[in-house]
């Protein structure tokens, strides 16, 4: 069965530089959830989309922000990098038809160094 | 608020049975899940319970929840050395689909 999608797997910038993540979600998905988890660290909500629509935000910087996209894939780009920063990406989907409450199911995540 | 907590470290031999807690502090919470992570790896769902429920079961896995206390936990039957991984605990409720994750629980399975 298919997966989420995420890419790239790793991802290497400099500080202050600027870094764009994908996320590709199971066939017929249109939700689209953005988490964050740093070194040693349980995994933290960043944003949701529902329909290309932000359905929901959590502990997202203003420098990162984030879109979905007509064929409910989602980018999130990161500017002015900071060394906190580095940290594994993961995405979710889920279909707003009633199996998000089932638990999503994650990409395997994107994991940015920022040296 | 929204705290979810969970011992940091098990060890266990293989064969035994491994026991994973969890309390949150959200009495509002209405699904509550457990996750795999291996090194390096995604999040891997392995079962969810709802919170009318007390008790889940599948395969080698049994979820127990106890409402009143808010404590939630995972008991692994037989476990073997691809146990080996941290899990966490997440609860979401009805309102919002996003999920607030419990610190994680490092269980190493020694052979």
């Known amino acids: 069965a298919a997966g989420v999608i995420q890419s790239p797997r790793h991802l290497i910038k400099e500080k202050r530089e600027t870094a764009t993540l994908k996320c590709y979600p199971i066939?017929?998905?249109?939700?689209v959830y953005w988490y964050q988890q740093g070194p040693g660290q349980d995994p933290q909500f960043l944003i949701s989309?529902?329909?290309?629509?932000?359905?929901d935000k959590g502990s997202i910087p203003d420098r990162f922000s984030a879109q979905q996209f007509s064929d409910y894939h989602s980018e999130l780009n990161m500017s002015s990098l900071e060394l906190g920063d580095s940290a594994l990406y993961f995405c979710?989907?889920?279909?707003?038809?009633?199996?998000?409450?089932?638990?999503?199911?994650f990409g395997s995540g994107t994991r940015l160094t920022v040296v | 608020g929204e705290d979810v907590e969970q011992s940091l470290f098990l060890s266990v031999r293989e064969g035994d049975s491994s026991v994973i807690n969890c309390t949150y502090t959200?009495?509002?919470?209405?699904?509550l899940y457990w996750y795999k992570q291996e090194p390096g790896a995604g999040l891997q769902l392995l079962t969810y319970?709802?919170?009318?429920?007390d008790m889940k079961q599948d395969q080698r896995l049994t979820v127990l929840l106890n409402k009143k206390d808010k404590h939630l936990s995972l008991r692994i039957a037989d476990t073997q050395t691809g146990d080996s991984a941290i899990y966490f605990c997440?609860?979401?409720?009805?309102?919002?689909?996003?999920?607030?994750f419990g610190s994680g629980t490092r269980l190493l399975v020694r052979p």
């Open positions: 979710a989907s889920s279909s707003a038809t009633g199996d998000a409450n089932y638990g999503y199911t």
């Open positions: 066939p017929r998905h249109d939700t």
């Open positions: 989309f529902y329909e290309k629509m932000q359905s």
């Open positions: 959200d009495s509002s919470s209405t699904y």
């Open positions: 319970i709802f919170s009318n429920m």
């Open positions: 997440a609860e979401s409720m009805d309102s919002s689909y996003k999920l607030i």
